[in-house]
T-cell receptor
C-alpha cells in the first residue's frame, strides 16, 4: 500500500530563517511520482513540483529546493530565507506512474512564518 | 492560462438535502479527479474519470455519484447529506500525458 508521512504537524519560524519540511513515503511501485503542493489560507491547492522516481537530482527554484533520496524514501522541501507569504499548509503527495495516477497525500505541515 | 473551474464556491445545505458540484477542467484535459478535504485533514481521493468513463474509485460514499459529460466537465452529486459531509471538495484535471494535477479552487460545502 502507498503511504505518505509528514511527521511535522506545524512549524513556526521567524522571517528570513530557512526551514525544511520532511516527507517520507512508502510504495511497492518501482515507478512513481512525488509532489509538493501549497495550500495558503485562501484554500486553493497550488502545484509546486513533481519528481519521478528515476530522477534523483535535487532541484532549486528561487528560494525553494527539494532533496529526493530514494535510499531513505524521502522527498524533503526547503524554503530559504522564509517570508510571511510562505505561511501555508504544505502537502507532499505520491502517485503511481501507471494506471489512474490518483494522489495519496500526506497529512500536511502547517508552516507559520512570523514577521 | 485557463484553470480548473469549480462551482459553486460555497454551498450551504441542510441535512438530508442534495447537492450538485460542478467542475470544468482545463481545455484539452480528459481526466478529472474529485477529492474531499475535511477540516484540518488532507485531501482524500473520491473518484476519477477518463474520457467520460469512471477510471478509479476511492472512499466515496454510496450516497455520492459522479459523471463526466461529453464536454469533459464533471458533476458530483451528493444525496441525503450528513453533517460529516461538510468539507472542501476539490476537482482536478490532467491530460493524457500524465501532467501534474491542476486543482480548482474548491467548493466549500457546509451541511447544517
Amino acid at each position: 500500500a502507498q503511504k505518505v508521512t509528514q511527521a511535522q504537524t506545524e512549524i513556526s519560524v521567524v522571517e528570513k530563517e530557512d526551514v525544511t519540511l520532511d516527507c517520507v513515503y512508502e510504495t511497492r511501485d518501482t515507478t512513481y511520482y512525488l509532489f509538493w503542493y501549497k495550500q495558503p489560507p485562501s484554500g486553493e491547492l497550488v502545484f509546486l513540483i513533481r519528481r519521478n522516481s528515476f530522477d534523483e537530482q535535487n532541484e532549486i527554484s528561487g528560494r525553494y529546493s527539494w532533496n529526493f533520496q530514494k535510499s531513505t524514501s524521502s522527498f524533503n522541501f526547503t524554503i530559504t530565507a522564509s517570508q510571511v507569504v510562505d505561511s501555508a499548509v504544505y502537502f507532499c503527495a505520491l502517485s503511481e506512474a501507471q494506471g489512474t495516477y490518483k494522489y495519496i497525500f500526506g497529512t500536511g505541515t502547517r508552516l507559520k512564518v512570523l514577521a | 492560462a485557463a484553470g480548473v473551474i469549480q462551482s459553486p464556491r460555497h454551498l450551504i445545505k441542510e441535512k438530508r438535502e442534495t447537492a450538485t458540484l460542478k467542475c470544468y477542467p482545463i481545455p484539452r484535459h480528459d481526466t478529472v479527479y474529485w477529492y474531499q478535504q475535511g477540516p484540518g485533514q488532507d485531501p482524500q481521493f473520491l473518484i476519477s474519470f477518463y474520457e467520460k468513463m469512471q477510471s478509479d474509485k476511492g472512499s466515496i460514499p454510496d450516497r455520492f455519484s459522479a459523471q463526466q459529460f461529453s464536454d469533459y466537465h464533471s458533476e458530483l452529486n451528493m444525496s441525503s447529506l450528513e453533517l460529516g459531509d461538510s468539507a472542501l471538495y476539490f476537482c482536478a484535471s490532467s491530460d493524457s500525458n500524465n501532467s501534474p494535477l491542476h486543482f480548482g479552487n474548491g467548493t466549500r460545502l457546509t451541511v447544517t
